[in-house]
């Protein structure tokens, strides 16, 4: 019921953006001087902002034509080289980049968002790297008959990335890095190869605001996650996809709600943010509206997430801590994170973040007692919100260069134990 009314509202929201729109266009006509004169500029450019805020979005593309390297332009090739229904692999490269590239696999949070939201991510880390993503599928496209996809079936993925990304060319193993979410499955995955002595294991593994230890400084996303029993979100925020969709039938949790979470959360922000925009347009300065307008096409672009899997990271991560207390499983194995011993950690923060909590994503360093200080670091990021720790210039000029730094010295595998 829930997911048909939200579909219901999309039509009617679609036909009035639609005749929002064309009414904007009207006004901005040239030939027409009604538009210059007046309230007709006001007019014109609340009817662009409720057309814009108001329109359907599907999944975003990278676009991703070239990156500049030391003031040169090289055209960028990406290419899917490995499909899975529930997402794939995407590979990101350029001509410019040596032969003895490092390999580094970006970990897309499963969380509501198109992995294009680290599109900034992408471009940055492919400067010097051969940069792969995880390419989440939207939940609602993916059919029944494809199963169910659990928080071990996104382990799973994982680990078969790292494979498959390790075993080509000279066989030289990946780094990987994992925004928010994913720093769990990630660090899981990592103890799991570490255990089995998986070859292709990651040399590095880069947390960037992840909830690895929510007990730590607890912020207002932490709190929704534990006031409320595990059944209230079953029976409240998951939904059956409508027919329409090559997913009929499946439970999820719809993006729809977690974007109008996201958006309760920063309310006032988004209002004066819609409303600057808007006098920007009145006084024709389309280049800050514009700007406006690109980062709210791609926050509002939204997915549905398996319900399996949302249930899941909901219980072991924010109710139960299964990971940082050592209880962690992945099927019936016990996930050992004292077997990591030669993957260094980089765990990333921001000053401002009010999604990750300060110290959520340092806790990965605390429950590693099997890996050596030397192959750990910490980096709080000042004056940085959520957003910032993976996008912007924050990131691109303070962040990604530890990063690159960080894989370049670990470079190689070097087991060092820690002795007792």
């Not at 070859?199 to 006031?227: C, F, H, K, W």
């Not at 924010?318 to 962690?328: D, N």
Request: contains cysteine.
């Amino acid at each position: 019921m829930l997911y048909n009314a939200h579909e219901l509202n999309r039509a009617w929201m679609t036909g009035a953006s639609a005749w929002a729109s064309i009414g904007a266009e009207i006004l901005n006509n040239p030939k027409l001087p009604m538009g210059y004169f007046g309230v007709g500029p006001v007019i014109a450019s609340a009817l662009d902002v409720f057309a814009h805020a108001s329109a359907p979005r599907g999944k975003p593309s990278f676009d991703l034509e070239t990156v500049t390297v030391d003031g040169t332009s090289y055209p960028v090739t990406e290419a899917i080289v490995l499909h899975r229904p529930f997402g794939n692999l995407l590979r990101f490269t350029h001509t410019g980049l040596p032969d003895n590239a490092p390999k580094l696999l970006i970990v897309a949070p499963m969380s509501g968002h198109f992995a294009t939201l680290l599109r900034g991510t992408v471009q940055r880390m492919l400067e010097r790297a051969e940069v792969f993503i995880t390419d989440w599928a939207d939940a609602k496209m993916v059919p029944l008959e494809a199963g169910a996809f659990s928080l071990d079936d996104y382990i799973d993925q994982l680990i078969g990335f790292l494979e498959h990304i390790g075993a080509q060319g000279d066989g030289r193993g990946a780094h990987m890095l994992a925004v928010c979410q994913p720093s769990v499955p990630a660090l899981a995955a990592t103890a799991l190869m570490a255990e089995d002595k998986n070859p292709y294991r990651p040399l590095t593994l880069t947390m960037m605001g992840g909830p690895i230890d929510t007990r730590e400084a607890p912020t207002s996303v932490n709190d929704v996650g534990t006031q409320r029993p595990l059944s209230w979100f079953e029976n409240t925020v998951i939904a059956t996809v409508p027919a329409i969709y090559p997913g009929g039938g499946r439970r999820v949790y719809p993006g729809f709600l977690q974007l109008a979470g996201f958006m309760a959360m920063n309310m006032g922000s988004h209002m004066m943010s819609h409303y600057h925009m808007f006098k920007h347009m009145v006084a024709g300065d389309g280049e800050s509206a514009d700007a406006s307008k690109a980062f709210y096409e791609e926050y509002r672009s939204v997915c549905d997430l398996p319900a399996e899997y949302y249930l899941q990271t909901i219980e072991h991560v924010f109710q139960k801590h299964s990971l940082p207390k050592g209880e962690f499983r992945h099927g019936k194995r016990l996930i050992k994170l004292d077997a990591i011993t030669d993957t260094a950690l980089l765990a990333i923060e921001g000053e401002n973040d009010d999604i990750s909590g300060i110290g959520q994503t340092r806790a990965a360093l605390k429950v590693t007692p099997g890996l050596a200080d030397s192959r750990k670091q910490y980096l709080l990021a000042e004056d940085v919100g959520h957003y910032g720790i993976f996008n912007g210039s924050k990131w691109r000029n303070r962040i990604a260069p530890v990063v690159e730094e960080w894989m370049a010295r670990h470079a190689a595998r070097t087991e060092l134990k820690v002795v007792a």
